[in-house]
């Protein structure tokens, strides 16, 4: 979708039109001082403003006892528990259909569908008779899967296509040879990039010459890029056949890949929205791939405890520092936050504003270090022991007295949603999940709740995860989502199931 959102005029000093005044802050600059924010800092790296040093913040942060995890209504939620733990068995033994509202709708040798009701809840559940969950390869062959990139890839054709390798390479070509910068290039390689090696140094190129093509030229320019670099312009060619003969890197094009799920995921013909209270899809062996249960948190712990949880957030994305998306996971919150201005901070007119544009994606607990993963090699993130923003000078930092109040109701109530689910419909996984965190050292280990089973939890703020795969999780492990507060636009459906919830 053609971004059409423009940016607003910078008028000059002097300008008779208005007074220029500058953002509050800049992305990817320190900013020690915000006007009418006593406290406020924004960090280079940061997505957030923090308040380490405001100590009304943190002892007005949320505080959570015990009563915060029992349940609004015990047996309400063991009746959904129970409801969680029989349906698998009643789909994979055939008796769902003794179930009120019954409805086969697919039978095939690929996948068997039924919507059905329970206890005044609406359920869908599938099964892919051609997927097994500890095989990647299986999600990727199924008609779900093929019709989803068939569909996805005919609605960009008609749009745009991604950057390819010679439009990189004319961008690239432009950076090294010309002293005259084409818009948001860079006329030099990076101080840093310049020690490192060759390769490196490309594939930055690469990188950026790809940020470059989808956010500083509009459609039409970019189809003259395009032509241009069937056609080498003279002045391009020799830095042409030089990265050509040297560069070897490859740089996936991640703005064009958000772009084309964004599109397919508008089209309900691609995704087709599934709206059941539960929707659970297992494999051909019955394992479960997906368990979704709608407002889970206020079925479970109530509507008052949920917005104590949002508000918890909230204010923990104003006290410390806080990471901004920048892995190539997020390359798109770039692109997003022209589509979104709502959710740029350099458009912030007051300090409230600012915080509430906070995009930031952080992760608690421990990380595994290349290699043959075990006990011994695993480490605590800098969010973690909130690292973020330490300087040689002392100076307080209050957020850390907030820390235990905010992985306790935050993390540790998000965590307990998870557990209702996963002990439910694969209690020996879950079971599995416990004994890897009992296997790890107490230094290096972070308590959510009790028994511990998650290694990692990652909180998202106003930010778009794109498609990838962790390769130090646990094998076949399964990850657990937690939604909260408000959002607009679509979710984020799993692209090989063919629907999103």
Known sequence: MENTTSEPEVVAPGDSKQSYKPPLIRYGEYT?????????????????ISHTEDFMRAQNFPRFSDDDFSFEDEEKAQRLRKLLVTIKISFLNGVVSSYADFNLLHDTREEKTVDFSADSLSLRVTQLRKVAYTNQVSYYTTNRASKVDIASNEKMKTIETAIGRDVQTLLMARVMGLADLYPGEKSSLPSELTRSKTGEQYKALRANATRSFWLDYNRDERKILRKEAQNWPSECRANVRKIQKED??????????????????????????????????????????????????????????????????????????????????????????????????????????????????????????????????????????????????????????????????????????VRFILRSIAPEEYKDYVEIFEALPNEKRISLSHPNFFTMAELGINTFTGRHRDRTDTKNGLAGLVPLGTYTGFTSPPPLLNSFV
């Open 248 to 417: 070897l890197s490859v740089v996936e094009d991640d703005f064009f890949q958000h772009k084309k799920d964004w599109m397919a995921a508008s089209d309900p013909n691609i995704y087709p929205c599934v709206d059941k209270d539960i929707y659970l899809v297992l494999d051909k062996d019955g394992n479960p791939i997906l368990c979704s249960v709608s407002q889970l948190f206020q079925r479970l712990f109530g509507e008052a405890k949920m917005h104590k949880v949002v508000d918890a957030v909230k204010k923990w994305s104003e006290l410390p520092p806080l990471p901004e998306p920048n892995t190539t996971r997020n390359m798109a919150n770039e692109m997003i936050r022209r589509d979104h201005p709502e959710l740029n901070m350099e458009l912030a007119k007051s300090p409230e504003e600012l915080m509430q544009r906070a995009a930031c994606l952080v992760h608690y607990g421990t990380w595994s270090m290349p290699g043959p993963m075990n006990p011994d090699t695993v480490y605590l993130t800098a969010d973690t022991l909130l690292q973020m923003g330490g300087t040689e000078k002392a100076t307080p930092n209050f957020a850390a007295e907030a820390m235990p109040s905010f992985r306790r109701g935050v993390l540790g109530l998000s965590s307990e949603l």
């Open 32 to 48: 020690a001082h915000i006007p009418g924010d006593k406290y406020g800092k924004k960090l280079r790296h940061a997505g957030n």
